[in-house]
Each structure stands twice: as C-alpha cells, then as structure tokens.
C-alpha cells in the first residue's frame, strides 16, 4: 500500500514538474526500483534537485498539500494522506552522506529516463554509475542490499571507465574503493548473510555470492 501511494506522488510530482520546467532527479530507493533492482521496502521518496529549481520545486509541493521545511543540503517535505505519512528528501545540488560527509554532485547529464515496470510512470533517474557511487558512498545496510541488487542485476550495464571518471571527478576514490573493499570483507566474511536475512528475511544462494564476489574483485581491479 505505501509503495503504491509513493508512486502516485513521485507520478503527480513528476508529471506537474515536466510541465512547469523544473528538473528534478529521482534518487535513492525508488532510483534502484527504476533500474528494476529493488529488493526491499521504502518508506520515503528521494529527489535531487539543482538550486535554481529549489523555490519552484517547493512551490509546487506546496500546492500538493506539503510542508517544507527551509533550504538545506537535504531538505524534507511532508504530508499526511489518510493514515498514512508521506516524506520526501530533497537533495540540493548534490546528494551528501552525512555521516561520512561524502558528497556526489548532481549534473545535468546525470538523468537518466527510466520506466517503473508495470507502471505508466517515466522518471528522470540518476544514472546507475551515479546511483551505485551514491550507494557504496552512504553504506549504511539498505545501501548495501541496494548494491548487491544492482550488482546482481546490472553489472554487465555498467562501465568501468565510466564508473571511474564518476567516481575520480566527484573526489571520492579513496572512499569508493575503501567501501568496495568493505563490501567484498562483507561477504568473505559471511556477514553479508546477516544483512540480507535481517533486511530481506531471504538467504543469498552460495552460488550467488561466489559471483558477486568476483563482480566486486573486478571492479575493485579497475580502481
């Protein structure tokens, strides 16, 4: 049910931004949805935005019944419907990790459109280079369960050299390359199994993990 009351609202914000001009880049959760790659639940929607599109963007949140609160890095917006509370993240320019205080830069080139399986929604999504920065850049366990989805999925779609200049022209090699080495530390170390079970109430199969481990050996190399 909250899935789809979130996808009404990403389809009604999407479609009046369209309208009006204002570019919008769906990040996040409902990003790995758009690659077809979301294996858990969400319970938000995550947008990023350029300055410039901020007060229109508000506006237009505003008319759809949200409140929002001032300009921030991340900004949130909120509403009730019916029982249910409806939030949404706005990132400002660039999508920041605060914990780590990573940051990955929103570009024009960046948007990718992408078509939600069995819906009649298109949306503007972050590429999936960025969206896999973005999430090894976070690496909190939804991320991680993100990125073993994406890897899974997508890893023949991805280019390393792309991937690279991403990840070299945003300034974060250090941290990209120390979460991938975390991340292959994760499954060497069977911790993985934790993770998805706690997450997912699923176990990875062993011949799935031997695959994804060298699918992170590869692009570990790469670096």
Not at 89 to 103: G, T, Y
Not at 104 to 123: H, K, M, S, T, W
Not at 150 to 172: P, T
Request: proline residues 3%; hydrophobic residues 45%.
């Amino acid at each position: 049910m909250q899935e789809l009351l979130l996808l009404a609202e990403l389809k009604a914000i999407t479609e009046e931004s369209k309208k009006r001009g204002i570019k919008i880049f769906v990040i996040g959760a409902f990003c790995v949805k758009a690659y077809d790659c979301l294996v858990r639940e969400s319970y938000d929607l995550d947008l990023g935005i350029k300055s410039e599109a901020f007060e229109p963007l508000a506006a237009l949140l505003k008319e759809l019944g949200y409140s929002v609160c001032p300009r921030d890095i991340w900004v949130t917006a909120e509403k009730q419907s019916g029982d249910e509370q409806i939030a949404i993240h706005i990132a400002v320019d660039e999508i920041l990790d605060v914990n780590s205080q990573n940051r990955y830069p929103l570009r024009d080139e960046e948007a990718v459109l992408r078509r939600y399986a069995g819906q009649n929604l298109q949306v503007p999504a972050l590429s999936l280079s960025g969206l896999l920065i973005t999430k090894l850049i976070a690496f909190r366990e939804n991320d991680i369960v993100d990125v073993v989805a994406i890897l899974i999925e997508k890893f023949d779609d991805l280019n390393s050299e792309e991937l690279y200049e991403k990840v070299s022209r945003s300034q974060n090699l250090p941290a990209v390359h120390r979460r991938l080495i975390d991340l292959l530390d994760l499954f060497e170390t069977d911790e993985i199994d934790g993770i998805w079970f706690v997450r997912l109430r699923q176990t990875l199969p062993t011949e799935v993990k031997a695959g994804l481990i060298e699918k992170i050996k590869k692009i570990i190399d790469f670096f």
